[in-house]
Protein backbone atom coordinates (compact mmCIF):
# COMPACT_ATOMS: atom_id res chain seq x y z
CA UNK A 1 0.00 0.00 0.00
CA UNK A 2 1.10 3.39 -1.12
CA UNK A 3 1.18 6.58 1.41
CA UNK A 4 -1.68 9.32 0.00
CA UNK A 5 0.67 11.14 -1.55
CA UNK A 6 2.45 8.93 -3.57
CA UNK A 7 -0.56 6.94 -4.64
CA UNK A 8 -2.03 10.69 -5.85
CA UNK A 9 1.55 11.25 -7.03
CA UNK A 10 1.15 8.01 -9.23
CA UNK A 11 -2.22 8.75 -10.75
CA UNK A 12 -1.31 12.01 -11.78
CA UNK A 13 2.02 10.49 -13.75
CA UNK A 14 -0.26 7.41 -14.68
CA UNK A 15 -3.03 9.99 -16.49
CA UNK A 16 -0.62 11.99 -18.19
CA UNK A 17 0.97 9.51 -19.43
CA UNK A 18 0.09 8.83 -23.41
CA UNK A 19 1.14 5.11 -23.82
CA UNK A 20 -0.48 1.93 -22.26
CA UNK A 21 -0.29 0.39 -19.05
CA UNK A 22 -1.33 -3.14 -17.47
CA UNK A 23 -2.63 -2.19 -14.06
CA UNK A 24 -3.38 -4.89 -11.80
CA UNK A 25 -4.65 -3.59 -8.27
CA UNK A 26 -7.57 -4.26 -5.80
CA UNK A 27 -7.52 -0.40 -5.25
CA UNK A 28 -11.12 0.53 -6.76
CA UNK A 29 -10.72 4.31 -6.34
CA UNK A 30 -7.37 4.00 -8.22
CA UNK A 31 -8.89 2.38 -11.13
CA UNK A 32 -12.09 4.65 -11.22
CA UNK A 33 -9.48 7.71 -11.63
CA UNK A 34 -6.84 5.96 -13.75
CA UNK A 35 -7.65 3.42 -16.27
CA UNK A 36 -9.47 4.03 -19.52
CA UNK A 37 -10.09 0.12 -19.72
CA UNK A 38 -10.91 -2.34 -17.85
CA UNK A 39 -10.25 -6.51 -18.96
CA UNK A 40 -12.20 -8.86 -16.80
CA UNK A 41 -12.47 -12.34 -16.34
CA UNK A 42 -15.69 -14.03 -16.24
CA UNK A 43 -17.73 -16.69 -16.65
CA UNK A 44 -14.92 -18.54 -18.10
CA UNK A 45 -14.03 -15.62 -20.59
CA UNK A 46 -12.13 -12.19 -20.98
CA UNK A 47 -14.23 -9.28 -21.90
CA UNK A 48 -12.83 -5.75 -22.12
CA UNK A 49 -15.02 -2.83 -20.68
CA UNK A 50 -14.23 0.82 -21.47
CA UNK A 51 -13.82 3.03 -17.70
CA UNK A 52 -12.78 1.82 -14.54
CA UNK A 53 -14.05 -0.27 -11.84
CA UNK A 54 -17.56 1.36 -11.38
CA UNK A 55 -17.77 2.03 -15.44
CA UNK A 56 -17.56 -1.93 -15.70
CA UNK A 57 -19.78 -2.76 -12.87
CA UNK A 58 -22.08 -0.50 -14.66
CA UNK A 59 -22.05 -2.29 -17.88
CA UNK A 60 -22.19 -5.24 -16.17
CA UNK A 61 -25.36 -4.81 -14.69
CA UNK A 62 -26.48 -3.59 -18.18
CA UNK A 63 -25.77 -6.08 -19.74
CA UNK A 64 -27.42 -8.80 -17.80
CA UNK A 65 -29.92 -6.67 -17.75
CA UNK A 66 -30.25 -7.21 -21.43
CA UNK A 67 -29.86 -10.82 -21.79
CA UNK A 68 -31.83 -11.64 -18.85
CA UNK A 69 -35.07 -9.24 -20.75
CA UNK A 70 -33.64 -10.96 -24.21
CA UNK A 71 -34.00 -14.44 -22.47
CA UNK A 72 -37.21 -13.86 -21.02
CA UNK A 73 -38.96 -12.46 -24.20
CA UNK A 74 -37.93 -15.28 -25.74
CA UNK A 75 -39.76 -17.68 -22.92
CA UNK A 76 -42.59 -15.22 -22.76
CA UNK A 77 -42.97 -16.22 -27.00
CA UNK A 78 -42.75 -19.90 -26.34
CA UNK A 79 -45.00 -19.76 -23.33
CA UNK A 80 -48.80 -19.65 -24.04
CA UNK A 81 -51.75 -18.58 -22.54
CA UNK A 82 -51.08 -15.55 -19.80
CA UNK A 83 -47.89 -13.91 -18.47
CA UNK A 84 -49.22 -14.05 -14.94
CA UNK A 85 -47.06 -16.95 -13.96
CA UNK A 86 -44.23 -15.05 -15.32
CA UNK A 87 -41.67 -13.66 -12.64
CA UNK A 88 -41.90 -10.20 -12.71
CA UNK A 89 -38.31 -8.49 -13.31
CA UNK A 90 -36.50 -6.61 -10.30
CA UNK A 91 -37.59 -2.50 -10.36
CA UNK A 92 -33.85 -0.50 -11.68
CA UNK A 93 -32.36 0.53 -8.36
CA UNK A 94 -32.08 4.65 -8.39
CA UNK A 95 -28.47 5.62 -9.63
CA UNK A 96 -26.53 7.21 -7.26
CA UNK A 97 -24.83 10.38 -8.18
CA UNK A 98 -21.41 10.07 -8.62
CA UNK A 99 -18.40 12.37 -8.69
CA UNK A 100 -16.10 12.74 -11.31
CA UNK A 101 -13.08 10.99 -11.53
CA UNK A 102 -9.45 12.76 -11.42
CA UNK A 103 -9.25 12.01 -14.79
CA UNK A 104 -12.51 12.59 -15.73
CA UNK A 105 -11.83 16.30 -13.99
CA UNK A 106 -8.75 16.49 -16.41
CA UNK A 107 -10.23 15.63 -19.28
CA UNK A 108 -13.36 18.51 -18.47
CA UNK A 109 -10.75 21.04 -17.91
CA UNK A 110 -9.14 20.00 -21.35
CA UNK A 111 -12.58 20.08 -23.61
CA UNK A 112 -13.56 23.89 -24.20
CA UNK A 113 -9.72 24.17 -25.04
CA UNK A 114 -10.24 21.68 -27.34
CA UNK A 115 -13.24 22.38 -28.89
CA UNK A 116 -12.14 25.70 -29.48
CA UNK A 117 -8.86 23.93 -31.50
CA UNK A 118 -11.79 22.10 -33.27
CA UNK A 119 -14.22 24.52 -34.36
CA UNK A 120 -11.16 26.76 -35.44
CA UNK A 121 -9.31 24.43 -37.69
CA UNK A 122 -13.23 23.69 -39.15
CA UNK A 123 -14.07 27.20 -39.71
CA UNK A 124 -10.38 27.05 -41.10
CA UNK A 125 -11.10 24.60 -43.77
CA UNK A 126 -13.81 26.50 -44.76
CA UNK A 127 -12.58 29.34 -45.39
CA UNK A 128 -10.23 27.29 -47.68
CA UNK A 129 -12.70 25.55 -49.00
CA UNK A 130 -14.66 28.60 -49.94
CA UNK A 131 -11.93 30.26 -52.33
CA UNK A 132 -12.74 28.96 -55.70
CA UNK A 133 -9.14 28.45 -56.04
CA UNK A 134 -9.08 25.57 -53.50
CA UNK A 135 -10.31 23.18 -56.29
CA UNK A 136 -7.92 24.16 -58.79
CA UNK A 137 -5.52 21.77 -56.95
CA UNK A 138 -4.97 18.09 -57.74
CA UNK A 139 -8.37 16.04 -57.05
CA UNK A 140 -6.75 13.95 -54.40
CA UNK A 141 -5.40 17.00 -52.15
CA UNK A 142 -9.29 17.99 -52.43
CA UNK A 143 -10.65 14.44 -51.34
CA UNK A 144 -7.94 14.60 -48.25
CA UNK A 145 -8.78 18.05 -47.00
CA UNK A 146 -12.99 16.74 -47.00
CA UNK A 147 -11.78 13.73 -45.54
CA UNK A 148 -10.15 15.78 -42.70
CA UNK A 149 -13.22 18.36 -42.55
CA UNK A 150 -15.57 15.33 -41.89
CA UNK A 151 -13.11 13.81 -39.22
CA UNK A 152 -12.55 17.39 -37.59
CA UNK A 153 -16.72 17.78 -37.13
CA UNK A 154 -17.09 14.45 -36.01
CA UNK A 155 -14.88 15.01 -33.64
CA UNK A 156 -16.14 17.75 -32.15
CA UNK A 157 -19.43 15.89 -32.09
CA UNK A 158 -17.95 13.71 -30.06
CA UNK A 159 -16.29 16.61 -28.21
CA UNK A 160 -19.87 17.85 -27.45
CA UNK A 161 -21.31 14.78 -26.24
CA UNK A 162 -18.37 14.36 -24.01
CA UNK A 163 -18.34 17.14 -22.70
CA UNK A 164 -22.43 17.35 -21.83
CA UNK A 165 -22.23 14.01 -20.51
CA UNK A 166 -18.86 14.93 -17.59
CA UNK A 167 -21.17 18.15 -17.37
CA UNK A 168 -24.05 16.52 -16.23
CA UNK A 169 -22.38 14.67 -13.74
Given at each position: DLDTETLELLE???VAFEGTVLVVS???EFLNNVVTSSIVFEDGNVREYVGGYDD????????LAATASRDKGKSTEKAS?????APSAKPAA???KRKL????????????DDIER???????LH???ADPSFYKQPGELVAQEQRRLKELESQLSTAYTRWEELESV
Open positions: ERLHDRWQRQRTQRGSNADPTATYKEQQELARLPLEADIAGQAM
